[in-house]
């Protein structure tokens, strides 16, 4: 009995040491979600070249520019000497319509317009599936538009019925019509910073805010 | 001319149908309404049925749901009993709207109303 007990105690220790010397520990995931044209590639590309000194993707004015879920790993940022490191993680904007026709407008031959298209409703599927994945997200609206978009609304719903925490980014306010107090008007129980990815205005209060979230 | 159906569909009868038939009316020219508010994994399910849906014909939908908040309840009754119902229904008080991207240009939320522009 004693012996058995000693021989438990033994195996326990072991496993506590090796446990603690092998066990993997879990990468942080950090996601930037929005519509279509908020700004979050250019979001994410002023993370990376701040923090990495690249970029992530490629930016364009046509919709659904980021099609596929791109991500970088081992960013690090700091901020009032705290730091935190993480795979940010960015994603197809949402819509609940891709219309290829919109895409020629832009001036696309239908075929690519067409194939562009069937990719970025891929792109959409994609983005809601890997909400689950995700420790913290950056939701990034539009600062020019309404906030109370359906996309936004159910975005926001679903972070809020997974407790995911999540920071709201109200992009482009270099813009002269940029409105960011009619995002915080409009979801007032949230977190929410005013920022230009593009300028790089008010970053640091982002990087602040993500490393109080989380 | 088109013939555009606005149909009136109550909750209970939406979460019995299947995604595929509530398609098939969207598709249809049918613009519905449903006396509650979707849950928030609802209205993420449309949209992932809706982007499988798109094609040269059909290019996706417009959705906007109004939901009721406790604070436009008249008296705490109201309240106890809304809380109680949605326990035990799922229901949410409000209503949702969606309709065919080719008729529904777009849904304004005013916030307190719906404003569907065709």
Not at chain 1, 91 to 98: F, L
Not at chain 1, 148 to 165: E, K, M, Y
Not at chain 1, 182 to 194: E, L, N, S, T
Not at chain 2, 58 to 71: A, K, N, W
Request: proline content about 3%.
């Amino acid at each position: 009995m004693v012996i058995k007990r000693l021989r438990d105690g033994i195996a326990l220790r072991i496993n506590s040491l090796f446990g603690s010397i092998f066990r993997k520990k879990k990468v942080v995931s950090i996601g930037i979600y929005g519509p279509v044209n908020a700004g979050k590639t250019t979001l994410a590309n002023r993370i990376c070249i701040d923090w990495l000194g690249e970029e992530l993707g490629k930016v364009s004015n046509i919709p659904h520019e980021t099609r596929e879920i791109q991500m970088k790993e081992n960013v690090t940022i700091k901020n009032n000497g705290k730091s935190l490191t993480f795979k940010l993680i960015d994603t197809p904007g949402i819509a609940t319509k891709i219309d290829f026709e919109d895409f020629v407008k832009h001036g696309m031959k239908k075929k690519a317009a067409k194939e562009r298209a069937k990719e970025a409703t891929k792109g959409v599927i994609e983005s809601i599936k890997w909400l689950e994945k995700m420790d913290l997200v950056m939701v990034v609206l539009d600062s020019t538009k309404d906030p109370l978009d359906q996309v936004n609304i159910t975005i926001l719903g679903n972070l809020d019925a997974r407790d995911t925490p999540f920071v709201i980014v109200a992009n482009k306010c270099d813009v002269k019509r940029s409105k960011a107090s009619r995002v915080r008007d409009a979801f007032p129980k949230y977190k929410i910073v005013g920022v230009s990815a593009k300028t790089g205005f008010n970053i640091e209060e982002l990087y602040h805010s993500l490393l109080e979230a989380l | 001319m088109r013939k555009i159906k606005i149909k009136f569909m109550p909750y209970e009868v939406f979460r019995k149908r299947k995604l595929s038939q509530i398609f098939n009316e969207l598709k249809d020219s049918t613009i519905l309404l449903i006396d509650a508010k979707l849950s928030a994994q609802e209205e993420a399910k449309i949209i992932e049925e809706t982007m499988k849906k798109v094609s040269g014909k059909f290019s996706g939908i417009e959705l906007s749901s109004l939901e009721m908040h406790d604070g436009d309840m008249a008296t705490h009754f109201d309240k106890i009993k809304n809380i109680l119902l949605e326990t035990i229904t799922g229901k949410k008080r409000g209503m949702t709207i969606m309709g065919p991207a080719k008729i529904v240009r777009k849904i304004e939320k005013d916030p307190e109303d719906l404003l569907l522009y065709m």
